[in-house]
């Protein structure tokens, strides 16, 4: 079996495009997935497929299922717990931040190396990222929200669709995958 996570972006975000976890279990077993878990409400599901599939390709299958289930789009980005366990090991913010100074900003794909050399024109100390793969590191030294890297942020430099979890979330992702 090939175990996956999704991270779905923006769904029971202040009662807005809500989806109930139980429902999204069931939605994902209509797909042929199995060993299905979810964890909190903002759209992380762990599961197993009978088959490899493309990650973006897989993302798009969900999606398209969402949509058509409760009538509004919502990205959905595919990791391995491979991918997952890397990420924590290479997050080169780790040493001497706070657990919730750290953020892990997902990226649908790898981006152009044009628009990778464009980001880095930019800085918005004492916030802090790093690029790896298609993982953004952040190091938000206040609140996540107050700061300028937030998705849309990524999304337009980068031309890539993004959804970011805080550090406590990726870490709580490998542990319940590993069960």
């Not at 001497?96 to 044009?114: K, W």
């Given at each position: ?27 994902f ?39 058509d ?65 298609q ?45």
């Amino acid at each position: 079996m090939d175990k996956k996570i999704a991270i779905l972006r923006g769904i029971n975000v202040g009662g807005k495009r809500k989806i109930l976890m139980a429902d999204l279990r069931a939605h994902f077993e209509a797909l042929g997935f199995s060993n299905i878990v979810t964890y909190i409400q903002s759209g992380n599901v762990l599961f197993e497929s009978k088959k490899k599939e493309n990650p973006p390709k897989l993302g798009q299958k969900i999606a398209v299922m969402i949509d058509d289930k409760y009538g509004f789009e919502v990205p959905v980005i595919i990791r391995s717990v491979k991918e997952i366990e890397n990420a924590i090991k290479i997050n080169p913010f780790v040493d001497g931040a706070e657990i919730t100074q750290l953020h892990l900003t997902f990226l649908n794909e790898t981006p152009s190396a044009e628009n990778l050399e464009k980001i880095k024109a930019y800085n918005y100390e004492p916030d802090k990222f790093e690029i790896i793969g298609q993982d953004v590191f952040l190091f938000i030294e206040g609140k996540y929200h107050k700061s300028k890297l937030t998705n849309k942020f990524f999304e337009s430099k980068l031309k890539v669709s993004t959804t970011t979890r805080n550090w406590k979330t990726v870490n709580k992702l490998l542990e319940l995958s590993n069960k």
